[in-house]
């Protein structure tokens, strides 16, 4: 009999926080990061009686401008639905949300792969929601493991969410965490959301099952609110092995939820998954169905920016660039821009490109800063790459001129001047007297070698070395080589 073998199925559901400045359906700030507990709140969000919903014509715009992006069709005629159920931090005990009639649907996004191809990951829909409250538990790290109360806060309920549900395509971790950082380039190129995993503006459910090669299928356990790409790629390879593991062993898999514990790597059942029917949707009835008019969604088209994947085409081929530099320049668009006005102040694409993605990037890890903060303005980069494309300063050299830039913010003249840097090199009179300095430096390596006892020039290679060195690869190493020879002969 043959071993056994496991493939794992995987559907994602993301929850995209939209950026608007007010709640889905009131007026109520979103800007509850830090702001006292249950201060953002009114009866609307808190759904006392007598309130009624208006929903935020922005939510719409962003909804449509993302489904586009997402290559969905967009409904034209939809409307909301409550779901029902009941939990702390829903004061309603129900959410309103979107169900048999969503946004957007059937659409699909492309997915890079290690090797160089591309495959689709289908949308199945895009629905609009409103965002529940937050528990706040009182263990030392703030996770639900070992807290003894909780608190609740509501500043968060009402918040304006784009949920993206994919089909089960995609068919490992990696895979689902390249599917994720790929929508979360694609919120932020869009300006929808800020993306940011860490403060849970971007938060993913994932649903695996795990199909084995004897034709037994496992049913799917959920994930949920994993809110980084590292959480989502250990929770799914945990979650296949577990499976597997039952599935070889003759057992089956529950359909359940299951909460990912990040400390111990590992997840652990919550409740049973429950289906649709056990929401009892019904239609919302404080809102009117949601009609788009004519020419609405034609007139989102023209305002998408171009996006990720058209930036990476258009860098490969303007700039002759390879899909690896072009991907990482185009991460995210400030950097694109960056890159960009580099290009266009005279910097070659080629010396520019490998300036950002390795010093430019470097200083802003070194500094914990963001590229609009970044103290060397493009055409001034443009400027020193074009010294070093023109061979009037080394590499060497500029590099250590961009560091006294990015250190101290001074201009390059400056910098220029702090690092003793001068164009044209070093040569000359002035290579001759830095040779001699260093002979008179290395007396004793000197009188090794005029000696004789130098038979390898192991030696002299030492004093050749002291030399590019001190010259900062200023100096052309055949000049200093004979300089430092018509020096040893004296």
């Known amino acids: 009999m043959s071993e056994l073998t496991f493939t794992p199925v995987i559907g994602l559901e993301i929850h995209v926080q939209l950026a608007t400045k007010s709640k889905i359906f009131c007026s109520c700030s979103t800007d509850y990061i830090g702001a006292v507990p249950n201060t953002n709140v009114c009866p609307v969000c808190l759904g006392l009686p007598g309130s009624l919903p208006v929903l935020n014509a922005k939510v719409v715009e962003y909804g449509v401008k993302a489904a586009l992006a997402l290559n969905c069709a967009v409904n034209t005629a939809t409307r909301f639905h409550r779901k029902n159920y009941f939990y702390a931090d829903l004061p309603k005990a129900y959410q309103i949300s979107q169900y048999d009639l969503p946004l957007a649907e059937k659409g699909y996004v492309e997915i890079p792969t290690e090797d160089g191809g591309r495959y689709h990951v289908r949308i199945t829909r895009l629905h609009l929601e409103e965002d529940a409250g937050k528990l706040v538990h009182e263990a030392s790290d703030g996770r639900l493991v070992g807290a003894d109360q909780s608190f609740v806060d509501y ?39 800020d993306g940011d995993m860490e403060k849970g503006s971007l938060r993913v459910d994932a649903n695996i099952s795990v199909k084995c090669s004897d034709g037994r299928w496992g049913d799917r356990a959920e994930v949920k609110n994993l809110n980084s790409l590292r959480a989502l790629e250990r929770a799914l390879e945990y979650e296949f092995k577990r499976q597997s593991q039952l599935l070889a062993e003759g057992k089956t898999v529950t359909q359940e939820t299951r909460h990912w514990n990040d400390v111990e790597g590992v997840t652990m059942a919550t ?56 991907m990482i320049l185009t991460e995210h668009i400030p950097l694109a821009d960056f ?19 390795t010093e430019v990037l470097r200083i802003m890890n070194e500094q914990k800063i963001e590229i609009e903060d970044f103290p060397i303005k493009p055409a001034v980069l443009a400027q020193l790459v074009s010294k070093v494309d023109d061979n009037k300063i080394s590499t060497t050299a500029a590099r250590e001129v961009f560091d006294m830039m990015a250190a101290r913010r001074i201009s390059l003249e400056e910098a220029m001047s702090e690092c003793g840097v001068e164009e044209g090199g070093i040569s000359g009179s002035n290579l001759e007297n830095m040779v001699r300095g260093i002979l008179k430096n290395n007396a004793d390596v000197v009188e090794i070698i005029k000696t004789g006892q130098d038979k390898k020039g192991k030696k002299q290679k030492f004093l050749q070395g002291l030399i590019m060195k001190e010259a900062r690869g200023q100096a052309d190493p055949k000049e200093a080589a004979s300089v430092l020879a018509q020096l040893l002969e004296e």
């Open 271 to 326: 409740r049973s998954k429950e289906e649709a029917h056990d929401y009892r949707y019904f239609p919302e009835p404080d809102l009117p169905p949601l009609l788009l008019p004519d020419g609405y969604v034609d007139k989102i088209k023209e305002t998408m920016p171009e996006l990720p994947w058209q930036k990476v085409d258009r860098f490969e081929k303007s700039y002759k660039l390879n899909e690896t530099d072009a």
């Open 339 to 357: 890159y960009e006005a580099c290009v266009k102040a005279g910097a070659s694409p080629q010396r520019a490109s490998n300036w950002v993605r």
């Open 155 to 193: 500043n968060r309920g009402g918040v304006p969410l784009a949920e993206i549900v994919s089909e089960p395509d995609i068919r490992s971790a990696a895979e689902a965490k390249e599917y994720v950082a790929r929508l979360r380039q694609l919120v932020r190129y869009l300006g929808v959301s």
